[in-house]
């Protein structure tokens, strides 16, 4: 059982460049998001998709693109990378937007 | 005001003692909580869902007390493995279904 796959697990950037960060689920979720984690602070929401098709920003979503052409994989792009885009990465599905989150095992990603 | 606050902690305690933290939350429309456990460097797990008339899983117990808007984890008979940080999960329905983190609490059970 897969669950939420997510690549990389660590990443460099320097300054403007751009990247994508994968995320797979094999669960049949409608519902995935990616957060970031800082410290001190809680996972914020950048985005979010409730369906292939659909997606909304969440609460952090400048600097960052995202698109769900189908149920499994929803990719997040960073357009121009910046110091403070550092931070690590989890993407999430659940079955119900609000329910249990399972989790992939999260990106570390470092802008120089 | 942050929407979700937890004392960042560290709890440190030796197993086999009880612990016990809270969460507070500042909005009063909130349906539903959660506590995920996170190991350090790893994504959170859903320990588990806190229920208005409180639950037990096992040594942990979860409480919610709206009145006072904070719910609180509780457990007992620490083991080194429940060493780890802990989040507070807030569901405000009627801010559409957002979920609100806490930025955690750790606590540090010694041998």
């Known amino acids: 059982n897969a669950g939420v796959t997510q690549t990389p697990k660590f990443q460099v950037l320097k300054t403007g460049q751009s990247m994508t960060l994968q995320c797979a689920q094999d669960m049949n979720h409608e519902y995935m998001s990616w957060y970031r984690q800082d410290p001190g602070m809680g996972l914020r929401l950048i985005h979010y998709?409730?369906?292939?098709?659909?997606?909304d920003q969440g609460e952090v979503p400048n600097g960052y693109n995202v698109s769900r052409s189908t149920t499994e994989d929803f990719p997040l792009r960073l357009l121009s990378a910046a110091p403070s885009q550092t931070s690590v990465y989890f993407c999430a599905s659940s079955l119900l937007r609000g329910g249990k989150l399972f989790f992939g095992s999260g990106t570390q990603l470092s802008v120089l | 005001r942050k929407e979700v606050e937890q004392d960042p902690g560290p709890f440190n305690v030796p197993e086999g003692a009880t612990v016990a933290f809270n969460c507070t939350y500042s909005?009063?429309?909130?349906?539903?909580f959660f506590w995920y456990r996170q190991d350090c460097r790893k994504e959170p797990k859903l320990l588990m869902s806190v229920y208005s008339s409180g639950n037990e899983d096992g040594r942990f117990t979860a409480q919610l007390n709206r009145a006072s808007q904070y719910i609180s984890l509780l457990i007992r008979d620490s083991k080194l493995s429940d060493s780890a940080t802990y989040l507070c999960v807030v569901n405000t329905r009627s801010n559409d279904y957002k979920l609100s983190f806490g930025a955690g609490t750790t606590v540090t059970v010694r041998a």
């Open positions: 909005n009063s429309a909130s349906q539903s």
């Open positions: 998709s409730v369906g292939a098709g659909i997606t």
